[in-house]
């Protein structure tokens, strides 16, 4: 198990950029074996996959956020991020960091999931 706290999210224009963080506090294991990623919602839809980076390194996006967001961690902080540019309304949201074993897969839910942050995106 581990404990994610998100910071920064807030009000933003739309074309816009944000970054948003997630402190992990792991009680079991190192950082670094956890896969990482970010899921949002938005009232009345499901929480949705966004970005995700494994053990590895390795990332994996929505289509709709390509060439847009990047997602990055640094084991030695125990810290994920996620930094969203050309930022969109459509992007409005809560943003939750998510934490599971090794990889953090699009077809089932993460083990760990945080508090969340909201992300609102004005046009």
């Known amino acids: 198990q581990v404990q994610l706290v998100e910071s920064g999210g807030g009000l933003v224009q739309a074309g816009g950029s944000q970054g948003l963080s997630c402190a992990a506090s792991p009680s079991q294991r190192a950082f670094f074996t956890y896969g990482m990623g970010w899921f949002r919602q938005t009232p009345g839809k499901e929480r949705e996959f966004v970005a995700a980076i494994d053990y590895t390194f390795a990332t994996d996006y929505r289509d709709s956020v390509k060439g847009r967001f990047s997602i990055s961690r640094d084991n030695a902080k125990n810290t994920t991020y996620l930094q969203m540019n050309s930022l969109r309304p459509e992007d409005t949201a809560v943003y939750y960091c998510?934490?599971?074993?090794?990889?953090?897969?699009?077809?089932?839910?993460?083990?760990?999931w945080g508090q969340g942050t909201q992300v609102t995106v004005s046009s």
């Open positions: 998510v934490a599971d074993d090794l990889v953090v897969l699009t077809t089932r839910p993460p083990k760990d």
